[in-house]
């Protein structure tokens, strides 16, 4: 059974940074496109860096240049540096390897950006 297990969130200020990880068991994500995902509250859930197995990433606009998504096949885990935080990154962040449910999602790591 799939389970994924986020961590690394916390409050931090503006301009901060953070790293996110995330272990998943279960299966081994080796060949399988895996990405972080946020929502932020009164919002849709929205995609923010996708990695492939072949290591090519996708970022969305609004964290360009800002988060770098990496991967360890090793440990079938992910994590997500955040640096330049800014107060709309506070978000509930999610990952999640392309095989699992749609409707699965692992508990989150919450990730507040204040002064």
């Known amino acids: 059974q799939v389970q994924l297990v986020e961590s690394g969130g916390g409050l931090v200020q503006p301009g901060g940074s953070l790293r996110l990880s995330c272990a998943a068991s279960?299966?081994?994500?080796?060949?399988?496109?895996v990405g972080w995902y946020r929502q932020a509250p009164g919002k849709e859930r929205e995609l923010v860096a996708s990695i492939t197995s072949t290591g090519r990433t996708n970022y969305a606009n609004s964290v360009k240049g800002r988060f770098t998504i990496s991967r360890e096949n090793a440990k079938n885990t992910m994590y997500l540096q955040m640096s330049s935080l800014k107060p709309e990154d506070t978000a509930v962040y999610y990952c999640?390897?392309?095989?699992?449910?749609?409707?699965?999602w692992g508990q989150g790591t919450q990730v507040t950006v204040s002064s």
């Open positions: 999640k390897p392309d095989y699992v449910p749609v409707d699965y």
């Open positions: 279960g299966r081994s994500f080796r060949f399988s496109t």
